[in-house]
């Protein structure tokens, strides 16, 4: 009688280790697996955080996917990321105002509660202050956000794989928009940086988040 009991309990360890190790993807809980740009390719994101002192993991997925899996992790983490921020991601790092062009339109409208996407969308951004863990190649774009059916992309534009110092370099972009007041009307909006990347905040049909 003591096989079976031992075979089970080695399989359930198994099964929760292996729920653990995985991270969801983001294409698999987000409907919409196309990037925005025409002939430009989609990958998902990944961010490494501190789950608590001293313990820093890699998740996969947009910011909001992200935030989800550290409360998983951490219950507490709300707490733990709001004591540690002396000042903020979003002044010291990012492009300033006057290094940016911005193109409205010419994507699908955003929800009609567009400046609480983008408010929102820098907020978890400059919380969650993830490490960009993954490159992005020559012409792709990483989905980032999605909330109210509404998508943050970050774009590589250049001929060569590119990284970002700090996911915050896309929350100072997506402040801007907010600030700014940039294309609330389209409820589009695309910030270009001169490093050949871009920002793009729009809807995407059959998005749903």
């Not at 955080?49 to 992200?66: A, I, M, P």
């Not at 409820?187 to 905040?201: F, G, I, M, Q, Y």
Request: with cysteine; net charge positive.
């Amino acid at each position: 009688m003591q096989f079976p009991w031992t075979l089970t309990l080695c399989c359930l360890v198994a099964v929760v280790s292996g729920l653990v190790a995985r991270q969801p993807n983001a294409n698999s809980t987000l409907p919409g697996s196309t990037a925005p740009i025409p002939g430009y390719s989609l990958f998902v994101p990944s961010w490494e955080v501190e789950v608590r002192t001293g313990e820093r993991v890699v998740l996969n997925g947009t910011v909001h996917e992200v935030h989800h899996q550290l409360l998983k992790l951490n219950p507490d983490w709300e707490s733990f990321a709001a004591s540690r921020r002396k000042r903020s991601v979003l002044e010291r790092r990012g492009p300033s105002p006057d290094t940016t062009d911005h193109k409205c339109g010419g994507h699908p409208k955003g929800s009609k509660y567009y400046p609480k996407v983008l408010k929102d969308t820098a907020e978890s951004l400059f919380w969650t202050d993830g490490v960009p863990k993954s490159a992005a190649g020559p012409q792709t774009c990483a989905r980032i956000g999605c909330e109210l059916d509404t998508g943050t992309w970050w774009c590589n534009h250049d001929t060569k794989e590119k990284s970002l110092e700090a996911w915050s370099n896309v929350a100072n972009v997506v402040k801007k928009m907010y600030r700014e007041r940039l294309c609330w009307q389209e409820r589009a909006t695309e910030v270009s940086h001169p490093d050949k990347w871009s920002v793009l905040v729009a809807g995407e049909d059959g998005l749903k988040c």
